[in-house]
């Protein structure tokens, strides 16, 4: 980590990289999980060229083998640190990441295929990649913290598969699934893309997975615990802002070419979101919008910081916030 910093820094002094990036850079080692993500919020509102999108990728890399998660085993098998409930509700949680890494990895396949210029299929490559990291990521994590004995990836996330809920399933083998799948069947099909980005890049990556990381990286900073996962997931979203601002931008630029778009995206939303939302909530809890979660916070906070954030995208695609509104 510090070899890579160094070496962006020498960049920024020779001018390939604004200050912007370099701030957000400290930004993240910094470790506070709010102003990380407003930082990153800042930068997709500003809607950057695909270009500017390509080269953050190609500054930004890291090798998901390089946490040392020796601190983080010690504590996770330490009973006085978790309760039992907290303990359930991560494994819940930290499920839908591993399982969801592997759904987008493999659904992205044709999205690339699809998109119509040359910058927009290398930054999905290079996406294609970034979400393969992510899902090896987590299989570290589960074999080397929480235990798991599984020989492959794939055992791995079958085991794991037990402790997500049914939205998520609907979500991904679903929604998103259908999605990829008109995309294979016709790759010109230039509508169906703007559902597919909508679906992917607006709800799940932009609308749910960086409002659960938010609230799962500050209960452990709270707690100062899992140092090495607060570490590498910090860095899972930092990839995940920049997916998120490839999928402003296509949308911010299909609807300036044809303002019917706008329609498409906003029924797209209207499907997606009241599933969506659903994916926070854990198979157990009586009122599935309405519950405390054992690290100290209500469901509603959860929800409003979502549709907050979503918002926020909306308005950078041109887009009314009031779009957001569809789903609580
Ligand atoms: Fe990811
Ligand atoms: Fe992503």
Redesign the pocket.
């Known amino acids: 980590m510090t070899t890579s910093y160094s070496a962006t820094k020498a960049r920024a002094h020779d001018g390939e990289i604004s200050d912007e990036e370099l701030s957000a850079l400290d930004v993240l080692l910094d470790g506070d999980i709010d102003k990380v993500m407003s930082h990153l919020d800042r930068i997709v509102e500003a809607a950057p060229s695909y270009r500017r999108l390509i080269s953050r990728w190609d500054n930004q890399g890291w090798n998901s083998e390089s946490f040392d998660f020796s601190r983080d085993a010690e504590e996770w098998a330490d009973d006085s640190i978790w309760t039992a409930e907290q303990k359930r509700f991560m494994i819940f949680s930290l499920s839908e990441f591993f399982l969801?890494?592997e759904r987008?990895t493999t659904e992205l396949l044709p999205f690339a295929i699809a998109a119509p210029d040359d910058d927009q299929r290398i930054f999905l490559a290079s996406q294609i990649a970034?979400?393969a990291r992510?899902c090896v990521f987590f299989d570290r994590f589960y074999r080397e913290v929480l235990g798991a004995e599984a020989d492959t990836i794939t055992e791995n996330l079958e085991v794991q598969r037990a402790n997500i809920n049914d939205e998520f399933k609907q979500l991904f083998d679903g929604i998103l699934h259908d999605c990829a799948d008109e995309l294979r069947r016709d790759p010109s099909n230039f509508e169906a893309l703007v559902r597919g980005v909508t679906v992917y890049m607006i709800v799940i990556?932009g609308t749910l997975?960086l409002t659960g990381a938010r609230f799962i990286l500050r209960s452990l900073k709270e707690m100062d615990r899992l140092p090495g996962f607060r570490d590498g997931f910090t860095h899972?979203n930092r990839?995940?802002s920049r997916?998120v601002g490839f999928g402003v931008k296509f949308l911010a630029d299909a609807i300036k070419a044809d303002p019917r778009m706008k329609g498409v995206v906003q029924e797209t939303l209207s499907e997606t979101l009241p599933v969506g939302v659903l994916a926070f909530s854990p198979p157990w809890v009586e009122d599935r919008f309405d519950f405390e979660t054992p690290f100290g916070y209500h469901s509603s906070e959860m929800f409003e910081y979502a549709m907050k954030s979503l918002s926020k995208k909306l308005a950078a695609m041109g887009m009314e916030p009031s779009a957001a509104q569809v789903a609580v």
């Open positions: 969801g890494e987008v970034d979400e992510h990556e997975a899972v990839d995940e997916h």
